[in-house]
Every structure is written in structure tokens, then in C-alpha cells.
């Protein structure tokens, strides 16, 4: 039991081991969808860490090299430790910053340099930063955690260097200035041109079995969802060529429900160079793939979408009206918190299902460190109870000196078991902005697609109580507050089963169903009955 407050019953789900688990954020019915769409890369792909990081970052660092950047930095190695996803970038003043769901200011890093808490608030009022996309970059993907730790290595390595004079946008070195802007751009066109024009693809198929991880299991799961009736899609922002070639290495086992057969077996529709998020919006122009050439077709297409097809670009509306389908029975399965997850359920209402690599290590030092957030919560309990009995009239302040820095020491140990930059979700007890984007537009999510594997295909995922505070603080004694009886609310919560019945639900004056199951729940059910 939590201090001053009330633990619920563990779920029944919780019986599963933690790393099979799918978790839940709203309630979702497996029985109801018809297309489970996936993602490749981080999500059917899992690449291999840190391998394919230092692949990566070896990569960008040696191409801004070429192109002009000091030869010296050609000696940086990556720190697989330090970086972590959902970290910002703020133009002005060079910094990388980890906020909550808010944007208050959690840490602030100045190359590889903690700013201690009055230097960010003489940068940053109140600790406190906007979202303006001109002024901040948000490292959502997994993809982005060598480009972290390099842009914050390159601003160390100036700040350090004597020839080169720190001013208040940027580095000035003789009549040159680098500005922070500059810098940014500079490292995410390498990281662009290492991606989409370099030999990253290459060097990575080259060696699939050093950089891809391997799973006998995902045919399997593929082929349990056809089995069960559903269709299933490949919907990637990959090209063709490296698409076919890491899904033909992911599928390709001798005992697999299709053997010998080509890959796009296992999936009804198959689109590449999606360009998400652009493909929840307004898309690009849909072509057919010549997938013995790579080539594509001239000009728009306009007919039915064939299953043994191969697709290019296009856009959810399009391809939604092709597959037949309205978005709300479409579970898409990806890693990326903005263009997988937030577009497709912000914009076209898609059910999603994000993937969390990272939530293993996660999961591991939460239980394996939980005796920090204990000693966490008790210092909360400490630090309330040193003003229980005090009120407006009292003017000796308590000595809360000790048990502020203890609870600073310990929300400090906490992040460092995670990593120099801390944990995904949370900073002590305040949750990450990646955790507030994806509490807010993940339905479901795990540490891996396998883990559907796990649970039926008519499974139904039931949301845990989310307590606010006035609930979690307050013990269910059964004693009504003295105060609220006396409102008009409170009597009529007080009588409130006296007046209730079916009947009121019938004549519209009570509500009779809360949708806190998934929605149309109740009419599913009945459907399904009648068609026995």
C-alpha cells in the first residue's frame, strides 16, 4: 500500500511473464480488428544494439569529416550509456534537454555538460520550454540515439577547444561562425545522407546477422493472424530493395508455416517509401513496384490493390478506400512515437500498438531498483507529514532541508541506473514527454510484436484504473466527507442508489453504459450472439 493511499488487485494479466506482457493504455478488443498493419525497422526489424548505433554513428561522424568538420573528431567513439529517445533539441542555446509532458525542464546538457539549476533558469524561465518546432527538435526514434550523442560530442569538443570562441549562438573561429542552428542542420543531413543516400542499407545487409535480430517466431505470429481471419499489411517508409532483402533474412526458416515460399506470403498488401507521417496526411503519389527491377510505374495508381503486389508512396486515405476499411479495426504496430503512433491515431483513428525496445532494460532496473521509488515515496510521505499539522496561521517554517536533498539523492540514483541521461518514461516521480505522448496515442504497447503471440486474437485488453490523486491519496473507509453532504452533489450522491434503475436508463435520465470497455463493445456482443 502506498502511503496515505490504496493499492488496486493486480490484474489477472499480470500472471504472464513481464517479458511477454502487452501493456495497456485504453481498453482494446483483439475480436474487432481486421487489418494489423506493421512497421519494419525497430518494429519486425529489431536491429541490434549497440552494433548497428556504432555502425551508424561511425558513419555520420566520418561524412562531416569529409565535409569540412575538424579531422579530430574522427577520434569519437559512440557511448551507448549516455543517449536516450524523446530528448530535445533547442536551437538558441545549443542545449539538449529532457522535459515532462508539460515542458518543464527535467535536465538540461550543454555538449556532454549537466547545467546545474540556476544556469537553466537564467535560460529558460521557470525551467519551463514551448513546443515550437522552429526553435525545437524532438529525437522521437531509435534511429536518432547515435545522432544524440554526437551532436552533443561535437558541442563539447567546441566548447573545449582553445581556437574556437563559445558566443551566444554558436562558436566563432577567426571570421567563421558556427552557429548551434548550423551545427544541427549539418548533423541531420549526415544522418539523412548516411540513411537514405550512404551506405548504411549496405553495410547493414552485408551482414544482416551481425545488425538484425532473428526470430523463428515471427512467421509463426504472421501466419496466426491469417489463420484467425485477419488481414495483415507491411507499411514502411524503407525502399524496396532493403526492405526485400532484411524481410526475406527475417522470414526465411526452413520450418515456417509458408517454407519456400516468398516472403510477401505472410502479408495481404505490402507498401514501401511510405514517408510517414506524410502518409497520414496529404501522401505522395501511389506507384506499383517492378519487384524484379525496383523500378516504378509511370503515373498514378488507379485500380484495385492486388495481395501479391508490391506498392510505393501513397496515402492512408487512399489505401484505406483499396483494403476497405474506416481505420477504427486497423491495429498498426510501430516503433515510432510521431509517424507511426501519434498520426495514425490522431488523424485516421487507427488503434495502435507501439513497440519499446528499450522497455526490457526498463523493466529491469524497475524491478531490480525498486527499492529507490520505495525510498522515494517514503521521503514524500516524510516531507508531507513535517507540515500535517500546521495551517494558515503558522508561521515556523519546518527544516526540510535533509529530506529535499535526500529525495533529490535518490531520484539522482534512480535515473543513473537507467543511464547518464536517465529513463524513458520517467525523472523520479515525473513522467518523460515521450511517456505523456505515449500514454496519450499508444492503445497498447510492448517491449516486441512477438509478444502478440502471447495472447489470443479475440483477447480483450483491459485498461488498469489510472488513479488521479485524490483517489490514490485517499483510503476507501467508507466514511463520506462531513463537508459534502451539506452540497447539493453530495446529497444527491448520498441518495443516489435510492433512485436508480433500469428504468431511468431506458427513459435517457441515466446513463447506461460508460464505454470503458472498447468502443461499440456492447453492440459487438450482440452481434456476435445473433450470428449463433
Known sequence: MSRGGMDL?????????????????????????????????????EYKSPHYEVLGFN???????????????????????????????????????KVDGFGNILFCCHGLRFLKGEEIATLYPNKFLQLDEKRVYVYNTLFHLPEIYLIAAIIDYFSKHTEYKEVKDGFKYKDLLMSYTSIFQDVRSAMDHVHMK??????????????VR??????????????????????TNSDWTYTNQVMSYLLDFEDAPYAGQNWRKYFDYTLVDARKPLFFGEGTVMRQVNIETGKLSVGHHIGNIQ???????????????????KGGN????????????????????????????????????WTTKKDLYDKLQNFDGELADLYLHMDSSDKKRPDVKKVKEAIRDTIHKMEMSYGTTGSLFRAGSRQTFFSSQMIRYADIYSGSALNLLFYPTFYMFRAPAMLLPHESTVKHD??????????????RLANMFMGSSIEGVDRGEEPGQSHDFDDDEESSEKSNESSH
Open 307 to 325: 495481395k501479391d503486389a508490391v506498392y510505393s508512396g501513397g496515402n492512408c486515405d487512399v489505401f484505406s478506400k483499396l483494403i476497405g476499411t
Open 330 to 365: 486497423v491495429l498498426y504496430v510501430g516503433d515510432h512515437i510521431f509517424g507511426d503512433v501519434l498520426k495514425s491515431k490522431k488523424l485516421k483513428g487507427w488503434k495502435t500498438f507501439l513497440i519499446i525496445p528499450e522497455l526490457k532494460d526498463e523493466l529491469n532496473v
Open 214 to 235: 532473428k526470430d523463428p517466431r515471427l512467421p509463426q505470429l504472421l501466419y496466426n493472424l491469417h489463420a484467425a481471419g485477419a488481414k495483415t499489411f507491411l507499411l
Open 478 to 491: 467508507g466514511r463520506p466527507i462531513k463537508e459534502a453532504e451539506e452540497t447539493a452533489r453530495g446529497f
Open 198 to 211: 550512404g551506405t548504411l542499407k549496405e553495410k547493414t545487409c552485408e551482414n544482416l546477422e551481425k545488425y
Open 9 to 45: 488487485p493486480s490484474p489477472s494479466v499480470e500472471k504472464r511473464d513481464t517479458d511477454k506482457r502487452i501493456f495497456v493504455n485504453r481498453s482494446l478488443s483483439l475480436e474487432k480488428i481486421k487489418f494489423y498493419g506493421f512497421d519494419m525497422d525497430y518494429t519486425l526489424a
Open 59 to 97: 558513419m555520420v561522424r566520418d561524412h562531416l569529416v569529409e565535409i569540412g568538420y575538424p579531422p579530430e573528431l574522427s577520434k569519437l567513439e559512440y557511448k551507448a550509456d549516455f543517449p536516450v529517445r524523446g530528448l530535445w533539441w533547442d536551437n538558441q542555446y545549443g542545449n539538449l534537454l
